[in-house]
């Protein structure tokens, strides 16, 4: 497992932009599969986005177009570009690494069992 420590959160308007930042600490030979979810009051967990080994993405529908994740080999970190927020984006968005080789990376975006390692969360407040 690593330590992962997300940054980037904060209240901003409609239609504004947010990058999350998530650094990796420990072991990140391992972490490669890596992923953002977010979680609302009230609401269960959801897949935003993941990324894979080799740099494949893919995305939940509610983001497409809107969000892109991308990692930083060089310096142990996963990013989410978050553009064109809406209300509904307000979440606390939370990092997730180690995700489960075998699976699909569509398959892990609605699995947040299948990551060993989170992180605390960042929060982010969309408001009208």
């Known amino acids: 497992q690593v330590r992962l420590v997300e940054s980037g959160g904060d209240s901003v308007q409609v239609g504004g932009s947010l990058r999350l930042s998530c650094e990796v600490f420990?072991?990140?030979?391992?972490?490669?599969?890596m992923a953002w979810f977010r979680q609302a009051p009230g609401k269960q967990r959801e897949g935003v986005a993941v990324?894979?080994?080799?740099?494949?993405?893919t995305y939940a529908d509610s983001v497409k177009d809107r969000f892109t994740i991308s990692k930083a080999y060089a310096k142990d970190a996963l990013y989410l570009q978050m553009n064109s927020l809406k209300p509904e984006d307000t979440a606390m968005y939370y990092c997730?690494?180690?995700?489960?080789?075998?699976?699909?990376?569509?398959?892990?975006?609605?699995?947040?069992?299948?990551?060993?390692?989170w992180g605390q969360g960042t929060q982010v407040t969309v408001s009208s």
């Open positions: 990324i894979d080994d080799d740099g494949m993405t």
């Open positions: 997730a690494a180690d995700g489960d080789r075998g699976l699909r990376i569509s398959r892990l975006l609605r699995m947040p069992t299948a990551f060993t390692s």
């Open positions: 420990g072991d990140s030979h391992s972490s490669w599969y």
